[in-house]
């Protein structure tokens, strides 16, 4: 069974830092660009960050741009995104998802191939 499985969420206070971590199941992500996602409570889900299957391309979206770092490492098979300087406004169901090639895929939703079921992070005082 081909799955992607999310980890590392949890509540922090504003200003800290979490990291989640991606991986796979019945398959290697080293041929997949790898995107993450979030969804809160009663927004729309918006993608958050994407990385090449290489590593050499990576891309934000604003909100979240010198606060975290999306890497990878292909030989353990795990993608990580390391969230520093946490926002209330960054609560949400975080979500990563495998897109095949070698490009790096837009930071939408249907873009991808298979998704995750997602890590609850909480920013809360």
């Known amino acids: 069974q081909l799955q992607l499985v999310e980890s590392g969420g949890g509540l922090v206070q504003p200003g800290g830092s979490l990291r989640l971590s991606c991986t796979a199941s019945g398959f290697t992500l080293e041929n997949y660009a790898i995107g993450w996602f979030r969804q809160a409570p009663g927004k729309e889900r918006e993608g958050v960050s994407c990385?090449?299957?290489?590593?050499?391309?990576?891309k934000y979206v604003d909100s979240v741009k010198g606060r975290f770092t999306l890497s990878r490492d292909n030989a353990k098979n795990m993608v990580y995104l390391q969230m520093n300087s946490l926002k209330f406004d960054d609560t949400g169901v975080y979500y990563c998802?495998?897109?095949?090639?070698?490009?790096?895929?837009?930071?939408?939703?249907?873009?991808?191939?298979?998704w995750g079921q997602g890590t609850q992070v909480t920013v809360s005082s």
């Open positions: 998802a495998a897109g095949y090639g070698p490009g790096l895929p837009p930071l939408e939703w249907d873009e991808y191939d298979f």
């Open positions: 990385i090449s299957r290489s590593a050499g391309s990576t």
